[in-house]
């Protein structure tokens, strides 16, 4: 298990980090993937130690849920992460896509100012100084990684990626788990009309979100952020407990 940064501990862009980095000899990086880079490390640790439980380095296995999903996408990507001995990729709940992935250097950088803005810090200097508790209130958008130039020197999933993946050298699996992404349906509770005591089947639900009784709300909306969150809204709106009030 690893522990790495999050949110805007990891994901904080800055061009002040790329001259910084620069300067110190590590590339060029935008910033935006720390908590990536933290995961490295590990690794690298992990590779150094690992015979000493009866493990093989040059054959080891990475596996990591959601956010960590992700890191494990990323690894597969990075140049840095390449000859550390890592043959099998386990992605559980996450994708190496979609709007949770890696955003660009630019979004990064948008996204950071708005954190530096949040907490009033004029530049990078203070911003290092600003206590944790004041971060939490930094825009979400910073929960998500943005290609930092280093580790990800391109974005994997675009059209002019030049680093190429050997699949034929490594194992992956991918899996889901059942009723994924309900954690961020409760929100939609609160739209749930109070009188609502039908069966909470997928033919009622979709009755719901097609009528009036949304008033307000935006059905395109609702159906998209149901998607994002689970893959497939049939299966949020085939889950008994969806329109319980609380």
């Known amino acids: 298990s690893v522990n790495y940064r999050l949110g805007v501990l990891g994901a904080f862009a800055s061009k002040e980090l790329y001259e910084e980095s620069l300067s110190t000899g590590t590339g ?96 990078l200097q203070s911003m290092r100084q600003v206590n944790a508790s004041v971060l939490q209130g930094c825009p979400r958008a910073l929960q998500y990684p943005s290609i930092d130039g280093v580790f990800l020197p391109e974005n994997p999933i675009g059209d002019n990626m030049s680093f190429v993946v050997n699949v034929s050298q490594v194992s992956m699996m991918i899996g889901f788990d059942d009723r994924d992404g309900m954690s961020l349906a409760p929100p939609f509770f609160n739209y749930l009309p109070g009188n609502f005591v039908e069966p909470y089947t997928p033919q009622n639900m979709l009755r719901l ?22 893959g497939s809204s049939e299966r949020v709106l085939g889950f008994q407990g969806f329109g319980e009030q609380t």
């Open 28 to 123: 060029g990086s935008y910033g935006g993937m720390q908590g990536a880079w933290d995961t490295i490390e590990a690794v690298k640790w992990v590779k150094q130690h690992i015979s000493n439980f009866g493990g093989d380095p040059d054959s080891m296995t990475l596996g990591g849920e959601s956010d960590g999903g992700m890191i494990v996408c990323s690894h597969l990507f990075s140049p840095l992460a390449q000859g550390l001995g890592v043959r099998r990729y386990a992605v559980q709940s996450a994708a190496c896509n979609g709007p949770w992935a890696w955003h660009s250097v630019k979004e990064g950088l948008y996204s950071s100012s708005l954190c530096m803005a949040a907490t009033k810090a004029k530049d």
């Open 209 to 230: 979100i097609t009528g009036k009784t949304w008033s307000g709300t935006s059905r395109e909306a609702l159906v998209q952020l149901l998607a994002d969150g689970t």
